[in-house]
């Protein structure tokens, strides 16, 4: 079975600019996380979703940031407008949480590398 | 919230040679997972272990929830180990809280 999913790999863009990070959860897997790596704060929760709805989302940055999960195999991380600061590598994480208390081991993407300028 | 302190923050090993890293919490977790991240960024999950002990080959980690510490053992270590190491904790709600990592680098 293929991993979790990200695109691009690899993001330019220019202070201003609209940068749309996306990713594809592991089949079958109903939770999905997006995490942000700096060197300055390490890696950090940014938004997580159970069956596609957002249930915290205390770890987005500013209203610049925005996440979506249309549906159980998609999920977007939207930043508009980028900022120099954004720069980071951005990560996606599923795991198969069903509904209760346990939790279940979280597989991460092979990351975003954003870069504004 | 929880705190995550990891030890020692870098270390330096002859290939070969074998290995302790630590994992402090501050809390009682549900979920404690160790990761590998490569020279490539990539983060690699080596354990789910939020109690008792794994092995998986030269690696294997023990959780010990109670005195809240989990360790991550290497053995025989090889150039392809070099990387950063993250212990990462469940607050609450499946929200991972990561440690700053041990950064090891393996000599040949």
């Known amino acids: 079975d293929a991993g979790v999913i990200q695109s691009p790999r690899h993001e330019v863009t220019e202070m201003g600019q609209e940068v749309t990070l996306r990713c594809k959860p592991i089949s079958g897997h109903n939770s999905l996380f997006w995490y942000r790596q700096t060197m300055m704060r390490g890696l950090e929760l940014l938004i997580y979703?159970?069956?596609?709805?957002?249930?915290?989302d205390s770890g987005m940055p500013e209203d610049r940031f925005s996440a979506k999960m249309p549906n159980a195999s998609f999920s977007t991380l939207k930043i508009q407008p980028s900022e120099p600061r954004d720069s980071a590598v951005y990560f996606c994480a599923s795991s198969p949480r069903l509904s209760g208390s346990r939790s279940y081991e979280q597989y991460f993407g092979p990351g975003t590398r954003l870069t504004v300028t | 919230g929880i705190q995550v302190e990891q030890s020692p923050p870098d270390l330096i090993l002859q290939e070969g040679a074998n290995s302790t890293l630590r994992c402090n919490f501050s809390?009682?977790?549900?979920?404690l997972q160790w990761f590998h991240q490569n020279p490539w960024g990539q983060l690699i999950n080596l354990f789910y272990i939020p109690s008792g002990t794994k092995q998986n080959g030269r690696l294997s980690a023990t959780t010990v929830a109670t005195e809240r510490y989990s360790l991550l053992y290497i053995s025989s270590s090889q150039t392809t180990d070099s990387g950063v190491y993250f212990c990462a904790v469940e607050e609450y709600g499946n929200k991972l809280v990561f440690g700053a990592g041990t950064i090891l680098r393996v000599k040949s």
């Open positions: 979703f159970n069956n596609n709805v957002p249930i915290d």
């Open positions: 809390d009682s977790v549900n979920n």
